[in-house]
């Protein structure tokens, strides 16, 4: 029997890529649905690392279960890295939806030329054994963001941010195109090395 990990997530978006990416791991992937928990986690951290390590850290003692965490968002250099840890939650109560943020991002930057449109998606990845040390990886990629969404694959920020060694946004890449170079694939790549250790 497999030993079990929980993706400590309740984005649907996050939990399909996690399951294509992590398919040849040897454990059996959990969402938060799938063992129950309805708790949230309050991201209350500064950076996407401590949001990680406090989603991931917190699921994992609720749980009892070795837990797989991230945050991740993207960071607009003409905004000076915003929306940063608030990519989920840009424009507060005003955002109710992917749409209505990626709409306040374009208009934010209205006006900017294309040159200083750059742009990177972060993601740290944190892996919590219930009663050990955690394990921390980063990955990125860098783009650019571009006037108007296009594609309707991905979610969030994927249909205006630019890749220009591909010719097509985030949202223009299938699943599988995505899971090969997006910033959340970079991260998993390394955390499979640690997740290895793990399954041991």
């Not at 998993?188 to 399954?199: I, M």
């Amino acid at each position: 029997m497999l030993p079990k990990l929980l993706i400590a997530s309740g984005n649907q978006g996050k939990i399909r890529e996690y399951r294509q990416l992590l398919a040849d791991v040897p454990f059996e992937l959990l969402s938060l649905t799938d063992v129950g928990i309805t708790q949230d986690v309050e991201e209350t951290g500064s950076t996407f690392e401590a949001n990680a390590r406090l989603k991931s850290g917190t699921y994992a003692q609720l749980s009892g279960m070795l837990t797989l965490s991230d945050d991740s968002g993207l960071e607009v250099d003409a905004l000076g890295g915003e929306p940063g840890v608030l990519s989920a939650r840009y424009g507060g109560d005003a955002t109710l939806s992917d749409q209505d943020r990626v709409s306040l991002l374009l208009s934010n930057l209205k006006g900017v030329p294309w040159e200083k449109r750059t742009a990177r998606f972060q993601c740290v990845i944190v892996i919590s054994p219930p009663n050990s040390r955690q394990v921390v990886v980063v990955g990125s990629v860098a783009g650019m963001i571009q006037y108007k969404p296009e594609g309707e694959e991905g979610f969030g920020y994927d249909p205006i941010f630019y890749l220009p060694s591909y010719n097509l946004t985030m949202g223009q890449l299938s699943l599988e195109g995505k899971s090969r170079i997006s910033h959340r694939a970079d991260a998993t790549g390394k955390a499979v090395a640690a997740l290895n250790k793990f399954s041991i």
